[in-house]
Each structure stands twice: as C-alpha cells, then as structure tokens.
C-alpha cells in the first residue's frame, strides 16, 4: 500500500473513531438523563411547586428530601418506598379531597404509615419506584394494589375477631359459615357452620319428585334484573342449597337414592277424627284458625314468609329456620304432626324448639301449613318418576360421593369425604400466574378470579364441581373480602407476634336449667357471653337487669309493644315449673360483675323524688323523644310503661351512669347526670308499674348497620 | 494489523452502549392513582337509589355509625322499619338536607353532637353523643353527612368539588 494511501486511510479511521466516540458519549448520558427523567422524580419535583403554591410551605417541606425514601420493617417484611411519591401523607393539612394525588394524606387510621408501613394493608409491590410496578400486576411484580372497596381483607388477615370498623369482612367470614365453605374447603377463622340437614330418614319427609324438583332448581335463584329471589319472591337472603349442574340422568339417580333414605320411620301420632269433627263444627274453617295461631306464636320470628302489603309481596322473617312459602307442598301431614311435637326425633341437631302443643292448636296449625302454604304448581314440570330401580339407586349413591352432598349433609352409613374442595386458607395471597383462568374474558388479578369463580364455577374452570350460588352484589364483595382475608398460616407469617387472636365463648349449662334451656333452644336466638344467636337480645347480664318475677312472666307470655319490631319471642306455651327453673337461674347466675343488687335501697326512693325525676325526664333530658310512657314518645328505645315491674332499681341506676358499661353496643348516649339526678330518675321510672299482664321490650335495637336502611 | 485495531477500538466504544441501551422500554401507561384504588364503599343516593355515592374510608367509617346511633330520627327509614323522625318536636333535620347542613360549619356540627342540642341553644331532642362516640367517629359522620348531601356540599373557601359528588 502507498504511503500517502496509508495517510488518507488513517483519516477515514479517525473520523470513523471520533464519530463513534461521540456516539458513546451520548448513549453514556442516557443513563444520568433517564436517571432525571424518572417518574419518582418527576413527583418530587411536582411536590415542591404544590407545597409552594400554599400557605403551608414550610411544614409541607419540612422533611423533603430530593432522594427515594422508605419505611424499612424488617420484623414485618415490609419495605415501603410508596412515600417517595405519596409525600403528603401523613401531612393533616391535605386530608382534602381537592388535593391532587399523590399528595393527598391518608385518612385517620389506627395504624399509621412510619409503623405500619403501607403494602400490609394496600398490599401492590413495596419496594418499586414505578407507578405501574407499584399499583399494577407487570410480568416481574405480580401482586397487584388492593382495590379500595376491598382493603377490609387486609384487616382480616391480622384480626381474627371481629372488628366493628370492619362490617364488610365480618359479613363475608358469617357468610362463610352459614353457607358452610368448610365442608369442602379448609379456611382459617371462620366460625364453626351448621351444617345442611341429617338426610337419612329423608324418605319419610318428602316425594321422590320434590327431591328431584329441589335438586334441579333450589329455591333461591337470581331474577333477571338480578335480584335475589326466594321460591320467586325478592330477598335480601343468601341461598343455602346451591345450585348443582345435573344431567336429567344424574336428577333421576340422586332423586331415587336420597328417596329410599328411611332409616328412621316417623312415629305417628293421631288425633281422633270424631274430635277433629268436633273442632270443625264449632268454627269450619281449622285453616284460617290455624293461621291466627301460626301468627300469634311468631313463626316467622324464625321463618321468613311470603307477606302481601299494600300490594307488594315480600318476604318477611328471620333467618333461622327455612323459609315456609310452599312448605305444604313439600311435605306430608304425618312427618309434619310429628316434627312440630319432637324435631328432635327427626333431626337431631335441629333449632326448633319443642313447643307445648295442645293437640287442638297442634292440628290447626298443621292444617293452615298444609293447606295454605302450599303451591299446587310446584311440581307441575317434574316428569312422572315412579319407583326407583336398583341400577338408579346404585348411580345415585355414587353421585352422592362424587358431588361432595357428604361435606353437608349426612346418611347414616355413609362416612364424611375429607378435604373435598382445594385448602383455601392462602388463597390470598395468591399471585396471577398460580391461577387458572380457562378461556374466561375477565381481568387477570385475584379479585376478578375469586368474583368469577363464586358467580359461576365454570366459567374459569370447565370441570369445577363447585356448584352454583346466588349472591347480591353485598354478599358477593363481602364474601370476596373474606377469602382475600386468607392470607396463610400464621406461624410462617412475619406477622405471627401480631394476630389478634379471637377470644373464645364460654357458658356451661347445668342441671334442670340445661333441660330447659335444651328444649326451647334458647341459644339459636340469645346470646351468653358472647355464645349463641344474635337476632334476640344479648342475656349475658339478665339478671342484673330484670326482676325475677317478670322473667317468669314475660315467659309465660312474651309480648312487645315497640310498633316497629316486627319479630318477637314465639310464644313456646311453658309449663310454670319451667318459667320458675329459667327464671330462677337466670335471675342468680347470669350477673352483670360490678351490679350489686343491693346498691339501691328501693325503700329510699320517695315520691317527692319521683317528681322530681318525672320533671327531668320530661323537660330536662326529654328522654321522651326515645322512649314511650303512656301513649306518647319515641320508640328507638324500650317502652318503659312497666319500668317498675321489670328492671331492678340497681340496674336503673348504674345504667343511667354509663351504659356502654353494661351493654357496650347501646346506642343510649352517655349522659352527665349528677348523683342526685340518677337517685330521681330511678324513682320516676321503679314508679311506672301496669297492672296488667307485664310489657316491655329488653334491651334497644343494637342497631347493626343492615341493607335495608335509608335512602335503600 | 491496523484495520483490526480499529475494529477492536469501534468494538471497545459501542460495548458499553448495549447495557445502557437495554435498560430503555417503553414508558407503562400513567394510570389516574383515584381509579386504580376505586371507591372504598358505595351509598346510595337518598333522593334517587339508581345513583351511587362513593365514600371514602371516613365517610364510610361515618356511614357505620349513622346507621347504628342516628339513623332512627335522622332518616325516613330505618334498618327497623318505621323512622322516629316524627315523634320529635321540632322534627329532626334528614342527614342529607343539604339546604339545612351546607350551611352549618363542620365545627358547629363537631359540637351539637358532642355536647347536644340544648348546650348550643337548639332542642334537648338531640343528646350528647360526647361521651359515647369518639372526635374522630364524631367527625366521621360529619364527612358521610357531606358526602350524601343533598344538593351537594361546598367546602368554604376551597375549589374543587368534594370527593363523594365526582
């Protein structure tokens, strides 16, 4: 090569060279420059210019600083550097809602950010600076933000008793229970459910064509404008029977086997025609006879029932027993006879109590549920199925293994499946890529998965056996907060030393008060240190609180003169032997500590006291604005016309000192009465005796948030 | 000879751009921080149940203690059916009347359920809640009483309109 080639050539080299070395030079100032660029930057300096356009500057800029921060939690595994961004929040002056995100501070919560950090209960990726790493699912970063609506979970998973702040997820964890999810899942802190009815004399109750119509279309279904329905009636109730997805084949078996179940036979119990006559003669219509009783007992304090009013059907009752609509249809007049006298005999575990029947209302009563309770359409569409054959009983048994009925319902004979469904209790924390999806449209996050999956089983998964249930929209989030709630076993959580445990209940039954007790299940509606039902008043305190004299005679006969309640005490018929045992026991043994009945001397309270009381109720506190004497006054209290039969002046006094004290859930304020103030108020109200048969109501409605409140 | 060195120093310079370049992608959407939590919890509506109101932790916080202390005279209906409004002389104020509330300041709300309506010269209908509800469950309904008003509140003095009405 020529040596003034070589000279040209090396030119070429040297601008090749310089242009490259520029070239790198620019790509090296991507870094420092995506480094300025960044989007946590871009909010730090977004803060300074909002935090200078206030009057606060100074305290809004008084911790800045220009780098990443973070609240680092080793115990807890929390490394949160969401403050970077969200820097106003713990700043009060920005609780507005017009102040822009992220710069809005967070509303007042027991656990503040510097402890708590934020991921344990937003959950999102902690440790990432980028807003859609930190909010979002992104292939590395799997676990998405909690969506607001359900951050009552997060409560969940540390809180294991019930936390009033957080009525959501305690509707969603008794949703799981009354729908037993544990019989085929395993779930953490739900309480123990009752469980589906004993089917082993199943023969003797109902047709073959009814388990077959039952099984095909369970009674609660959703109504095309998607509401609950009820045997077609609109109801706020979750469905218990859900719904199986059976072929006409598999109906045909089920029906056959579960119709053959006659372990047990019912014992008969028959009421001689000739009386039967008798009572037909003085009034014909035992039906319309038995129907005033059926009301006059408060069935439905435990059944709902179709009720027509002003023109509009709904269903009204409690939520204890099954709903009765078309129960005449279902059923026959000897199993009827004979479990309204024994339900124990049949079933049990059974909730309904053994009432003390005359043979006369016993009839009656039989004769308006079999007649007027009854839809003579209910099995129009159910094919004529005849006898069962072997070959369908066989199929019906093996179907009755392979649907999981066992995790429900019992056969004599048949023993329990064991862990039928998957083990839920991490559901959780599950991240997108452990679930399956199937060919499902829905979003790809857990909160979309768990909602499709409780709305219809197969729609993610062809082959789920789960079956079907009926939610409303409440129910539904609720129980979706419930099993977000599932975040793991706890002694390998990092959080283990923080769960608060739920406390358990005690009460001991004892001696002929247990009989008593036993019999009239008292505990399906009342509550005893935290055991037992919720829709009656809690009679933890009774004692303190009631004179015995009432109780026994409020058993005897339960009424209620609060116009706006519509359940009350059924009416059991109690002998006076049992008024006296229940009575008695309670009246000694379930005290409030602290109450001394002998605090209160009742001699002590004169007349002249009295009115002075009288004065102070009426015009001073006007306690009639919540309480009715005579005929006048307000009913979100109790009724105090028979005051001075029914509570003790003891109580009296110590409840009008503080009565969150004996009854925390009372919606009663506080008040500041003065020592002599509470001495005249006891003697106005131990005046106010009726004569008559005694009245009054226990303890005011503890109003629980419901869906049905206003403006619903 | 030389012609390889050059390749080696071209190699040399353009090397260290691959790592830096790798780290550029594309910039993930910004998502508007309010739709990516959503509302906390929903109210319907009083005067038109087709409309939602969404609540923010406070004033779903202030929505559980209305409907456990003041639903009974401070709504039309009530989780146990008929409402008390009308046993009360003067009628009590429904918890959405706009036209009555907006007006009030949120101090002034503070101290009538604190200390009770006689203590600010108006009835001796409404108790004092002072000792049975906290300040801050206190403030709480005040926020669910904004948030459901109707027509809606207007924070004096700042602009934007309030969380629950977007």
Same mark, same amino acid.
């Given at each position: 090569m020529p040596a003034e080639d070589m000279g040209k050539l090396s030119d070429k080299l040297r601008m090749t060279f310089a242009v490259s070395t520029v070239v790198c030079v620019l790509v090296l100032a991507i870094s420092p420059l995506k480094d300025f660029l960044a989007e946590w930057k871009h909010y730090k300096r977004t803060y300074v210019k909002f935090a200078q356009g206030r009057t606060d500057t100074k305290r809004l800029l008084a911790d800045y600083s220009p780098s990443i921060e973070q609240v680092w939690l080793p115990a807890m595994n929390v490394t949160d550097r969401c403050t970077t961004c969200h820097q106003g929040i713990t700043q009060t002056s920005l609780a507005d809602a017009a102040v822009p995100q992220p710069f809005r501070a967070h509303p007042p919560v027991p656990h503040n950010v510097r402890d708590w950090g934020c991921s344990i209960c937003h959950r999102g990726q902690g440790p990432a600076t980028e807003l859609s790493e930190a909010h979002e699912t992104t292939l590395a970063w799997e676990q998405p933000i909690l969506p607001a609506h359900f951050l009552q979970s997060s409560c969940g998973s540390c809180h294991r008793d019930d936390l009033k702040e957080t009525p959501q997820l305690m509707r969603g964890r008794e949703l799981l229970s009354r729908l037993n999810c544990q019989g085929c899942h395993k779930l953490n802190y739900v309480e123990k459910p009752k469980l589906g009815p004993d089917l082993s004399s199943v023969g003797y109750k109902v047709t073959r064509e009814w388990i077959y119509k039952w099984l095909k279309e369970p009674r609660t279904v959703l109504d095309k404008d998607g509401n609950t329905t009820v045997n077609g009636y609109e109801s706020g109730e979750e469905s218990r029977m859900p719904k199986f997805r059976l072929t006409e084949e598999e109906l045909k078996a089920l029906s056959a086997f579960l119709s053959m179940q006659k372990a047990k036979p019912v014992t008969p119990y028959k009421i001689n025609p000739a009386v039967v006559a008798a009572w037909s003669k003085q009034q014909p219509d035992l039906s319309s006879q038995g129907e005033v009783l059926f009301r006059q007992m408060m069935c439905t304090t435990c059944h709902p029932l179709a009720v027509t009013r002003a023109g509009e059907t709904k269903l009204i009752g409690g939520n204890i027993g099954p709903e009765l609509t078309k129960v005449g249809s279902k059923v026959n007049e000897q199993w009827l006879i004979a479990w309204l006298r024994e339900p124990q005999d049949?079933?049990?575990?059974?909730?309904?109590?053994?009432? !003390?029947?005359? /043979?006369?209302?016993?009839?009656?009563?039989? #004769?308006?549920?079999?007649?007027?309770?009854?839809?003579?359409?209910?099995?129009?569409?159910?094919?004529? @199925?005849?006898?069962?054959?072997?070959?369908?009983?066989?199929?019906?048994?093996?179907?009755?293994?392979?649907? !999981?009925?066992?995790?429900?319902?019992?056969?004599?004979?048949? *023993?329990?499946?064991?862990?039928?469904?998957?083990?839920?209790?991490?559901? +959780?924390?599950?991240?997108?890529?452990?679930?399956?999806?199937?060919?499902?449209?829905?979003?790809?996050?857990?909160?979309?998965?768990?909602?499709?999956?409780?709305?219809?089983?197969?729609?993610?998964? *062809?082959?789920?056996?789960?079956?079907?249930?009926?939610?409303?929209?409440?129910?539904? /989030?609720?129980?979706?907060?419930?099993?977000?709630?599932?975040?793991?076993?706890?002694?390998?959580?990092?959080?283990?030393?923080?769960?608060?445990?739920?406390?358990?209940?005690?009460?001991?039954?004892?001696?002929?008060?247990?009989? %008593?007790?036993? &019999?009239?299940?008292?505990?399906?509606?009342?509550?005893?240190?935290?055991?037992?039902?919720? @829709?009656?008043?809690? @009679?933890?305190?009774? !004692?303190?609180?009631?004179?015995?004299?009432?109780?026994?005679?409020?058993?005897?006969? =339960?009424?209620?003169?609060?116009?706006?309640?519509? @359940?009350?005490?059924?009416?059991?018929?109690?002998?006076?032997?049992?008024?006296?045992?229940?009575?008695?026991?309670?009246?000694?043994?379930?005290?409030?500590?602290? %109450?001394? =009945?002998?605090?209160?001397?009742?001699?002590? $309270?004169?007349?002249?006291?009295?009115?002075?009381? &009288?004065?102070?109720?009426?015009?001073?506190?006007?306690?009639?604005?919540?309480?009715?004497? +005579?005929?006048? !006054?307000?009913?979100?209290?109790?009724?105090?016309?028979?005051?001075?039969?029914?509570?003790?002046?003891?109580? %009296?006094?110590?409840?009008?000192?503080?009565?969150?004290?004996?009854?925390?859930?009372?919606?009663?304020?506080?008040?500041?009465?003065?020592?002599?103030?509470?001495?005249? $108020?006891?003697?106005?109200?131990?005046?106010?005796?009726?004569?008559?048969? =005694?009245?009054?109501?226990?303890? *005011?409605?503890? +109003?629980? =948030?419901?869906? #049905? +409140?206003?403006?619903? | 000879m030389k012609k390889n060195l050059c390749k080696a120093l071209l190699l040399l310079n353009v090397l260290p751009c691959i790592p830096v370049m790798s780290g550029c992608k594309k910039q993930a959407p910004v998502v508007n921080p309010d739709v990516a939590f959503g509302a906390y919890d929903m109210e319907p509506d009083w005067n038109d149940a087709t409309k939602q109101v969404k609540l923010g932790y406070r004033e779903s916080q202030g929505r559980r203690v209305f409907y456990i202390y003041c639903v009974w005279c401070h709504a039309d209906a009530t989780p146990a059916g008929p409402s008390n409004r009308s046993n009360l002389t003067p009628i009590a104020p429904l918890m959405n009347d706009g036209e009555k509330l907006n007006g009030e300041s949120d101090e002034y709300l503070q101290n009538i359920i604190t200390l009770g309506g006689s203590a600010l010269g108006k009835s001796e209908m409404m108790p004092p809640y002072g000792k049975t509800l906290s300040a801050e469950e206190i403030k709480d309904v005040i926020a669910f009483t904004r948030a459901i008003a109707q027509p809606a509140y207007q924070k004096p003095g700042r602009p934007g309109p309030p969380y629950g009405t977007k």
């Open positions: 049949y079933l049990a575990h059974a909730d309904m109590p053994r009432y !003390g029947w005359t /043979d006369e209302d016993l009839y009656k009563v039989s #004769q308006y549920v079999l007649n007027r309770l009854a839809d003579s359409d209910l099995l129009t569409n159910v094919p004529q @199925l005849g006898n069962a054959t072997e070959e369908e009983i066989k199929t019906g048994k093996r179907l009755f293994l392979d649907k !999981g009925c066992t995790s429900c319902h019992s056969i004599s004979g048949i *023993p329990p499946q064991k862990d039928f469904g998957p083990d839920l209790t991490a559901l +959780g924390k599950k991240n997108a890529s452990e679930l399956e999806f199937g060919k499902s449209k829905i979003n790809r996050n857990l909160v979309s998965y768990i909602q499709a999956k409780l709305q219809d089983p197969v729609s993610v998964n *062809p082959a789920a056996r789960m079956p079907q249930y009926t939610w409303n929209q409440a129910d539904l /989030d609720a129980v979706t907060t419930a099993l977000l709630s599932q975040t793991g076993d706890a002694s390998t959580s990092a959080l283990q030393h923080l769960l608060v445990e739920k406390k358990e209940a005690t009460f001991r039954l004892v001696g002929a008060f247990a009989q %008593v007790f036993q &019999r009239y299940k008292c505990f399906a509606c009342h509550r005893f240190n935290g055991y037992g039902g919720t @829709l009656a008043p809690d @009679l933890s305190y009774e !004692g303190s609180r009631a004179q015995k004299k009432w109780i026994a005679d409020f058993l005897k006969n =339960p009424q209620t003169i609060r116009p706006t309640l519509i @359940l009350r005490m059924p009416q059991f018929n109690m002998t006076g032997k049992e008024t006296s045992i229940l009575a008695e026991y309670l009246s000694l043994a379930v005290q409030k500590p602290g %109450v001394d =009945p002998e605090s209160v001397d009742a001699r002590q $309270l004169t007349s002249t006291m009295a009115a002075k009381g &009288r004065e102070l109720y009426e015009v001073k506190y006007q306690c009639q604005s919540c309480h009715t004497i +005579g005929a006048t !006054g307000g009913y979100v209290g109790p009724n105090l016309n028979n005051a001075g039969n029914w509570l003790t002046p003891a109580w %009296v006094d110590a409840w009008l000192r503080n009565p969150q004290a004996l009854q925390p859930d009372s919606i009663e304020p506080r008040r500041n009465f003065t020592d002599e103030e509470v001495h005249e $108020l006891t003697a106005y109200l131990m005046t106010l005796r009726v004569g008559i048969k =005694p009245q009054g109501t226990k303890s *005011p409605a503890n +109003g629980k =948030p419901s869906s #049905q +409140g206003a403006g619903r | -």
